[in-house]
């Protein structure tokens, strides 16, 4: 059993939950994950670390509450306790040497390519972030994010925030207006990281994407969460997450990442109506 | 005087058609009065040649001829001298290979049903275990990587003759393939979570949720205080087949089907991991690993699952039994056939697999008849799934991580003559880890070899 140090609700879906978990705080590095299961009955899921403190012994998570899963966990009051937490897993992004990066988030991914854009801002390397929400309710990590870049450049879909684009938008401005990035780092919904990368190969700048796939034990043993990069099979959890993003094929990510939606929508209805019928009694 | 019956005392099982639509045990076990029976009929022979197919060396006339005189607990203390998990192996050894290969009733009939026997003794005595007698601490600590039955046998084994053993687990439940990989219906979850509560009773801390390689590597074991390490981690890496369509919405390797089903028990609607419900199934492989994964899709609710198999009926890997009790529950085997290419729809899904059929040519260097592509024998089989389980090798996280531990092409850890003795010292290994996919009491004979030769090494320091 692991403590719930913090479960704090940043905004209507988004969740940040602080976990002690100090043999996983020793080792996190930037681009690595853990897997979670709330309680006993409960399926694993593979979160990105947002965050570590190795003295503290604790690590982060951002999530979304998108099924029956997470909103169960967002339940967690802090002092309560998680069943299990594993990691950290995958190999951490390989980050020393770049000079000058564009870091490129999207709603979540944003929590997710935070702690990537701190660790190059604080070893020196000039950092350019470009942060795209849906709307101005849903922004998070505002000021975390202007702390570890140069330059933030925040976006939103219907321009609620002043800012009105998509963050293939703010990054061709920026590459037109000069900036000269060693790489491009994206981390977003499938099709955002896509539409990113096909703009960056034009370009011809190297970029490198942070993977989604579903995953069961996160340790190499099952390959449910396996990717096609440059035509050959890998396994996101043991190999990436990160893969260049010129070399995934971002259409079979999308197409198996759908396979249980039916099964996730049928068990996030039934936990909404037990919640309603709680709520009624 | 024996008893003379030529043929094993026959074990109940669920019938067929009841045990494919649940997932309780199929063998039933035997009564006392058939274990007694059944007990009867070993010879004691003097030179006990099953001893000798046992790779844990268990004394079998001796807990035999307790059981013929009705003592189940005086059996059972002697089975568990020697092997850790009894309840396990009864159930899960191919002992027509291994002890009851050798018993000599075999030659005019039936040999001794040692498994079976075995196997009851363990039941019997599951809620009357005496405490056991822990040892005079030597103060000295070993890390076990992996808690399969290499791990467990190793750590029990270190347990008993003093030292702190602490096993590290990747997964959240201690077993490895006994909690992953084998079905409820042939090894039940609640037999294997009592063989390790019997193991922490000796003293043996089990720690989940630690990825040996990523949370903590094999030196930073011993920077600290561990001062040997026994690695049992298994060959858990499935192999695919390299086919187009292999990623393809409904095609899985067994184990992440057998994981899903298993360990996250996702075929009961109270457990949160999903698992698709497949009309019609084909199951690439002819191991026990396909046999498991058939007849698990089949108590999914499947109308039709087929065994794809690029070989024979003689040649299939698997036991006979396996196959025996597969085949009852209405598989079908479509032999000498071989999937090249698996076929999806618009959406992304399964809609058949494309299969050539094969004949036997010479025998290759295993000795085992090649198989040769029958030109111009393309046919589609229809199913909305594919579960691949053609072979698993080793894990490469320990080996990328930890310096100076040597693993040759296969990515199987080197070892010494003796088979534990790795290139770093300190370090033993056993099990998948070093000969890659083997069995349940191999992977145990090996756990126990190291525990001898960790004392030998800690003890000579």
């Not at chain 2, 026994?230 to 087949?241: D, Q, Y």
Request: charged share 25%; with cysteine.
């Amino acid at each position: 059993m692991f403590l719930v140090k913090e479960n704090t609700v940043l905004n209507p879906n988004t969740v940040r939950m602080t976990v002690e978990a100090p043999m996983i705080a020793r080792k996190a590095k930037p681009g690595q994950f853990v897997i979670i299961r709330g309680d006993e009955k409960g399926e694993r899921i593979p979160l990105t670390i947002s965050g570590y403190d190795a003295a503290g012994g604790t690590v982060t998570v951002i999530y979304q509450t998108v099924g029956a899963s997470t909103l169960k966990l967002a339940e967690i009051p802090a002092g309560g306790y998680l069943c299990d937490i594993v990691g950290p897993l995958g190999r951490a992004s390989e980050l020393d040497g770049i000079k000058k990066a564009a870091v490129v988030g999207g709603g979540l991914g944003c929590a997710i390519a935070y702690p990537q854009a701190k660790y190059l801002h604080e070893h020196g390397a000039s950092v350019d972030i470009i942060a795209g929400f849906r709307n101005k309710d849903i922004i998070i990590l505002e000021d975390e994010m202007r702390a570890a870049c140069e330059n933030l450049v925040l976006l939103t879909d219907d321009g609620s925030n002043g800012h009105k684009g998509l963050v293939t938008d703010g990054l061709k401005a920026l590459i037109d207006a000069g900036a000269k990035y060693d790489v491009v780092i994206v981390i977003g919904p499938p099709i955002m990281m896509k539409f990113v990368c096909r703009l960056t190969k034009e370009y011809g700048i190297k970029t490198v994407v942070s993977m989604n796939p579903i995953m069961i034990d996160g340790t190499g043993m099952c390959g449910g969460c396996r990717v096609s990069v440059g035509g050959e099979m890998k396994f996101a959890c043991v190999d990436g997450p990160d893969f260049d993003g010129h070399l995934v094929d971002f259409d079979e990510l999308m197409k198996r990442n759908r396979m249980y939606r039916d099964e996730e929508q049928h068990d996030c209805n039934l936990f909404r109506e037990a919640k309603e019928r709680e709520h009624n009694a | 005087m024996p008893n003379m019956q030529t043929d094993k005392t026959v074990m109940k099982e669920q019938a067929p058609e009841i045990r494919r639509t649940n997932w309780l045990e199929v063998a039933c076990g035997y009564t006392s009065d058939e274990a007694v029976n059944e007990a009867q009929r070993c010879l004691h022979c003097r030179n006990m040649p099953c001893v000798n197919g046992c790779p844990v060396r268990v004394k079998i006339p001796d807990f035999i001829a307790h059981v013929a005189k009705g003592d189940f607990e005086g059996a059972y203390a002697v089975i568990r001298e020697t092997n850790a998990l009894p309840a396990v192996c009864g159930r899960v050894c191919p002992q027509e290979s291994q002890c009851e290969s050798k018993c000599v009733r075999g030659i005019k009939g039936e040999s001794v049903a040692i498994g079976r026997l075995e196997r009851f003794c363990a039941d019997y005595c599951a809620d009357k275990r005496p405490e056991p007698v822990r040892a005079e601490p030597k103060g000295k600590r070993v890390a076990v990587v992996g808690s399969g039955p290499s791990g467990l046998t190793c750590a029990a084994d270190l347990a008993k003759r003093g030292y702190d053993v602490t096993v590290f687990e990747a997964l959240h439940t201690a077993g490895g393939v006994l909690v992953y990989g084998i079905p409820e219906f042939r090894l039940p979850k609640s037999i294997v979570s009592d063989e390790v509560k019997e193991l922490e009773k000796l003293g043996v801390k089990i720690m989940t949720d630690v990825v040996v390689g990523r949370t903590e590597t094999v030196d930073e074991l011993f920077e600290n205080g561990y001062e040997a390490v026994f690695i049992g981690s298994g060959a858990g890496l499935p192999r695919f087949m390299g086919i187009p369509g292999e990623d393809g919405n409904g095609v899985y390797s067994a184990n992440e089907f057998l994981t899903r089903i298993n360990l996250m028990k996702a075929y009961r609607y109270d457990y949160a991991t999903p698992i698709k419900h497949h009309r019609r199934v084909a199951v690439v492989g002819g191991g026990n690993v396909a046999m498991d994964a058939a007849r698990c899709a089949a108590r999914l609710g499947a109308e039709k699952v087929y065994i794809v198999y690029r070989r024979g009926e003689n040649e299939l890997p698997a036991r006979r039994e396996e196959v025996h009790h597969a085949k009852e529950e209405g598989i079908e085997f479509r032999l000498l056939t071989n999937p090249t290419k698996i076929n999806t729809d618009e959406n992304g899904n399964v809609c058949s697999v494309t299969c050539i059929s094969m004949e036997l040519g010479e025998p290759d260097a295993s000795g085992r008849r090649r198989p040769v592509e029958i030109p111009g024998s393309e046919h589609d089989i229809d199913v909305d799934a594919v579960i691949i389980a053609v072979g698993t090798v080793p894990n490469p996280l320990i080996r990328m991580t930890t310096s100076g531990l040597d693993t040759n092409r296969h990515g199987c850890i080197v070892t010494a003559e003796d088979g534990v003795t790795t290139t770093k010292e300190g370090v033993y290994a056993g099990g998948d880890a070093v000969t890659g996919a083997a069995t349940v009491i191999l992977a145990m004979g090996a756990g126990r070899e190291a525990a001898e030769k960790i004392d030998g090494y800690l003890s000579a320091k």
